[in-house]
Structures are given as C-alpha cells and as structure tokens.
C-alpha cells in the first residue's frame, strides 16, 4: 500500500485517529470454475461439482476461463481503473486441509485490475477510497464441523470457485464511512453483474484491516478482521476492535499484527492466527499458466457493450434533471430504482418533486416492508400519475399519502411497471375520485366561501387588519374547514389575502 496522504479528520475516538483498508473477495458471476469446467452453483452435496483440478489430481492442469477476465475487465472500466495489457498467475504457498494443491492459484507482482477509485456519499459528504488492485484468484474449500464429532469433513465444491479480490489503500476514517464503502462496492460489482452479491452464500466476503493511531503519527499496527459477511456485523466487528485497540494501546500494550475473527454471539472479535506477510507465502511464478494477455480491443469493445454506470448515470440525473449530487447517488443505488425514478419522473414531469417522494414515502414503506424497487406496491407510471396531479393542484399532499396507501393494499401490478400510461391515469383518477381526495380549484367556488367565512369571522378580520398575524391563520384554517380539506391552501392563502388587502 502506498503512502497515507489523507489529512486527519475531523473527529477523533478518545483522541485516536480510526485508519482502515478493505480486502473483498467478490465471487464472479460465472457458470463455471476459474481453471476448470465444474460447475460454481450454490447449494450442492458436498464433492458433487469438484472435477479432477479441483481435486488437484496428479497430472491435472488449469485452464484459464475467459469468463472471468472479462468480469474483472468490466470492474476495472467501472472504477476507472488501469487493466494491464499483460498480467501474470502465482502460486501462493500455504497449508490448509481444504487447499487440495498445498497452494492458491492468485495474481502478485502485476494484477490484472491496477489503481481506479470508489467514490460515495456519507452524511451528505462526498467520499472517495482509492483502489490499490484487483487481481484474479481462485477460493479454496470448506472446512465443515457441525456434523461431525471429533474430527472435520472437507467439501472442494467451492474450490477453485473464480474470485476478484479488490484491495483498497488505508483511507477510510471512521468504521461508519468503511461500511459506506463496502456498501458502495456491493452496488457497483451488483450493478455491472459480475457478482451476485450474496452475503449470507460468501459471495461477497469483506476482510477489515484496522488500525488507531494518534493524529499525525505513523500507521499503527493493524489487524485484519476476516470473513466479515454483513453489513450489520461489519459495523459491530470495526467498532469492538476500535475500542479494543486503543485500551491495549491505553494500558501500556503493544497491537501484535494479527488475523481475527468477529464472534456475533459476543459481539468481540477473537484472534485467530498471526498476520502473514507476503514472504510467508513464497509466491512464485505457477508454470502451469501462460501470461494473461488482454488486447486493447477486448476492452475497448467491453466498454462499449458496458451498461450506463451508476456514477455517469448519477452525472446525468444532475445535468440533465437538476439533482443535486447527494441525490442523484441516493437515485442510483440500484438499476431497479433509477428506473423507477426516471418513469416517475417521465410522467409527471418534475423530476425534483419525483425524487423527493420516491426516495422518501415510498422508500420508507420500502424499508418498513423489506421490499425494494424490483417489488413496489404502486407502479410508476401511476406514481408519476399522482404526483403530476399534486402538482397540478387537483391533489394534496396528505391526499397522496393516502392513494399509496391505496396501493400499499390493494395493489394489482406488483413490480413496479407493466401498465399503460391511459391504464395509470384510469386507475389512479378513479382511487381520487373514490375517496374524495380531488382539491377544489374553481377560483369562482372558492372566492364565495371565502366570503362566506369572512362574514362569519368578522373580528378575526379586524385582528388581522390591525396587524395579527395568528388571526389571519384562523381563517385560512376556516376556509380549509369550509371546503371540508379539498381547497389548494396556497390558492386560499393568495384569495384571502387579496379579499383583506
């Protein structure tokens, strides 16, 4: 990693500065291994999808799978990464009982995947983590426990399973601001399709380096928390060992550079093993596998065939509909929702007002439902159809809360698009008009209810006259009273101003 040029932060844990770098082994989206044809599905008995080079038979060679070269050229177009035109396969050298070769295929000296940035927001801040590499590698086995006594089984079906392990530089300030990188990484490898994003299968594994420091004093000694499976247990996992560290450091102790392992039952991480360096690992050259060698064309012809990214995608929303940065990120956390938006958007035709209520109301009943895009109650072109009626002033806003309530109910187009756009106007003028909703905004009908009210108030009229600004509340709530809430305040405010000019 290269040398720390990020400036202290603003907040300090009792007096230390918080220093972390990620590792994330992100598993390729491919139907096959890296180095052999056995199938990666999820799931199977244990050795039913492990052939002869996963086994590491004798005689048994890798073949290199495409398929994974290009998923790690797409993730390097994707954070504006360097993809070196030839990059080279070692053996790192180490003893598992689930390692079958005694040795892990991986990249060293010259990753495929070199540099590139991953930027995001945090507390409406703009934040950036740069990359050192991404290199290509294969996953080892499983070590199972659980149904034996005594002793461990071994399952190869993961073995040789292709990996893009992406390695960032020690940037990251805070244990809040590594989970919103972590957070960001799962959407881009997501977004672009060369991860699944699972978590809870290993398909997305983060590993923590930590470490606390004093401001302006060399990076401490780290320790690296492995296998970090969740975003809820990522948080716990930094924070407990954050805290551990510095009373060590506190109490006189030294920080022994280790691997750890966080325990959720407890909520502490444990040590597992001293921290290898890459000397311990002897890599070398492996002979079995020629230079990877990708040509300008492979990547220029992957760039043009690349779906829109979610960071240009976030540059247009701001260009081209007026958002703010902050927004347009919230906007591109997953393809489902900037669809959704851009729909919404489409049909009522004010973008600025279809993001506030796409990533407000309906992402809060969203979260409340542990439901996403892919799955909303009320489709968006019936959203936009809303909305464009608020605007319009034929709608108020509690009058939109309740049409998604409506649809929160009784929805008949779960998913979020499929209808037409005179099939959306039918349906939603119908729920309108069903519940009363519809504001009044004949000008003529208006003006003699305020009349009306008028006459009725008459000393709230003096009181506002003579300057009291609480009477003249008092008859705007009158008015709203009148129309029995359907009446465009804003429309009520401007008549009864006029009437007590």
Same mark, same amino acid.
């Given at each position: 990693?290269?040398?720390?040029?990020?400036?202290?932060?603003?907040?300090?844990?009792?007096?230390?500065?918080?220093?972390?770098?990620?590792?994330?082994?992100?598993?390729?989206?491919?139907?096959?291994?890296?180095?052999?044809?056995?199938?990666?599905?999820?799931?199977?008995?244990?050795?039913?999808?492990?052939?002869?080079?996963?086994?590491?038979?004798?005689?048994?060679?890798?073949?290199?799978?495409?398929?994974?070269?290009?998923?790690?050229?797409?993730?390097?177009?994707?954070?504006?990464?360097?993809?070196?035109?030839?990059?080279?396969?070692?053996?790192?050298?180490?003893?598992?009982?689930?390692?079958?070769?005694?040795?892990?295929?991986?990249?060293?000296?010259?990753?495929?995947?070199?540099?590139?940035?991953?930027?995001?927001?945090?507390?409406?801040?703009?934040?950036?983590?740069?990359?050192?590499?991404?290199?290509?590698?294969?996953?080892?086995?499983?070590?199972?426990?659980?149904?034996?006594?005594?002793?461990?089984?071994?399952?190869?079906?993961?073995?040789?399973?292709?990996?893009?392990?992406?390695?960032?530089?020690?940037?990251?300030?805070?244990?809040?601001?590594?989970?919103?990188?972590?957070?960001?990484?799962?959407?881009?490898?997501?977004?672009?399709?060369?991860?699944?994003?699972?978590?809870?299968?290993?398909?997305?594994?983060?590993?923590?380096?930590?470490?606390?420091?004093?401001?302006?004093?060399?990076?401490?000694?780290?320790?690296?928390?492995?296998?970090?499976?969740?975003?809820?247990?990522?948080?716990?996992?930094?924070?407990?060992?954050?805290?551990?560290?510095?009373?060590?450091?506190?109490?006189?102790?030294?920080?022994?550079?280790?691997?750890?392992?966080?325990?959720?039952?407890?909520?502490?991480?444990?040590?597992?093993?001293?921290?290898?360096?890459?000397?311990?690992?002897?890599?070398?050259?492996?002979?079995?596998?020629?230079?990877?060698?990708?040509?300008?064309?492979?990547?220029?012809?992957?760039?043009?065939?690349?779906?829109?990214?979610?960071?240009?995608?976030?540059?247009?929303?701001?260009?081209?509909?007026?958002?703010?940065?902050?927004?347009?990120?919230?906007?591109?956390?997953?393809?489902?929702? *900037? &669809?959704?938006?851009?729909? $919404?958007?489409? #049909?009522?035709?004010?973008?600025?007002? /279809?993001? =506030?209520?796409?990533? !407000?109301?309906?992402?809060?009943?969203?979260?409340?439902?542990?439901?996403?895009?892919?799955?909303?109650?009320?489709?968006?072109?019936?959203?936009?159809?809303?909305?464009?009626?608020?605007?319009?002033?034929?709608?108020?806003?509690?009058?939109?809360?309740?049409?998604?309530?409506?649809?929160?109910?009784?929805?008949?187009?779960?998913?979020?698009?499929?209808?037409?756009?005179?099939?959306?106007?039918?349906?939603?003028?119908?729920?309108?008009?069903?519940?009363?909703?519809?504001?009044?905004?004949?000008?003529?009908?208006?003006?003699?209810?305020?009349?009306?009210?008028? *006459? &009725?108030?008459?000393?709230? $009229?003096?009181? #506002?006259?003579?300057?009291?600004?609480? /009477?003249? =509340?008092?008859?705007? !709530?009158?008015?709203?009273?009148?129309?029995?809430?359907?009446?465009?305040?804003?429309?009520?405010?401007?008549?009864?101003?006029?009437?007590?000019?």
């Amino acid at each position: 990693m290269s040398k720390d040029t990020k400036s202290p932060p603003d907040k300090l844990v009792n007096g230390y500065e918080v220093v972390i770098g990620f590792e994330t082994h992100t598993q390729l989206t491919t139907k096959s291994k890296i180095f052999s044809r056995a199938s990666t599905a999820f799931g199977a008995e244990p050795n039913t999808q492990a052939s002869a080079v996963d086994f590491a038979l004798p005689g048994a060679l890798p073949v290199m799978n495409r398929g994974a070269v290009q998923r790690a050229i797409e993730f390097g177009l994707a954070v504006n990464a360097h993809i070196a035109e030839k990059s080279i396969f070692a053996r790192k050298n180490y003893f598992y009982p689930d390692l079958p070769k005694g040795y892990q295929i991986s990249q060293f000296e010259i990753p495929v995947v070199q540099g590139g940035v991953v930027e995001f927001f945090l507390d409406g801040e703009k934040k950036s983590v740069r990359l050192v590499r991404a290199h290509l590698e294969e996953d080892a086995g499983k070590s199972l426990h659980e149904n034996f006594i005594g002793q461990s089984g071994i399952d190869l079906n993961r073995a040789g399973t292709p990996l893009l392990e992406i390695v960032t530089e020690p940037d990251m300030r805070s244990t809040a601001e590594a989970v919103a990188y972590a957070r960001e990484l799962h959407k881009i490898v997501t977004w672009i399709g060369i991860c699944d994003g699972n978590m809870q299968e290993g398909s997305f594994r983060c590993d923590a380096n930590v470490s606390v420091r004093k401001p302006g004093a060399e990076l401490g000694t780290r320790r690296e928390i492995k296998n970090l499976n969740s975003f809820k247990f990522m948080q716990q996992a930094m924070d407990y060992e954050v805290r551990w560290q510095i009373e060590q450091i506190e109490d006189g102790h030294a920080i022994q550079q280790a691997t750890v392992l966080f325990d959720p039952d407890t909520g502490e991480t444990r040590s597992m093993r001293s921290k290898e360096d890459a000397a311990d690992y002897r890599y070398f050259p492996d002979p079995d596998l020629p230079p990877l060698v990708i040509s300008r064309e492979w990547v220029e012809q992957t760039r043009s065939e690349m779906s829109e990214l979610p960071r240009v995608m976030a540059a247009r929303f701001v260009a081209d509909y007026g958002l703010n940065e902050y927004d347009a990120g919230q906007l591109t956390q997953s393809k489902a929702t *900037a &669809a959704y938006f851009e729909k $919404v958007a489409a #049909v009522c035709k004010q973008p600025k007002l /279809a993001s =506030n209520w796409v990533m !407000g109301e309906v992402s809060r009943r969203l979260n409340e439902d542990k439901l996403d895009f892919l799955s909303v109650p009320i489709t968006a072109k019936q959203f936009g159809v809303v909305l464009s009626r608020l605007h319009n002033g034929s709608l108020f806003k509690n009058g939109v809360v309740q049409v998604i309530d409506h649809f929160w109910r009784h929805s008949e187009h779960p998913g979020g698009f499929g209808d037409s756009d005179e099939e959306a106007q039918q349906v939603v003028d119908a729920i309108i008009e069903a519940k009363g909703l519809n504001q009044a905004t004949d000008s003529g009908e208006l003006e003699k209810i305020i009349d009306e009210v008028l *006459a &009725a108030n008459a000393k709230n $009229v003096e009181e #506002v006259r003579a300057g009291n600004a609480k /009477a003249f =509340n008092a008859l705007v !709530g009158q008015a709203m009273k009148a129309t029995k809430g359907k009446a465009n305040p804003a429309q009520v405010n401007e008549l009864l101003k006029k009437k007590l000019a």
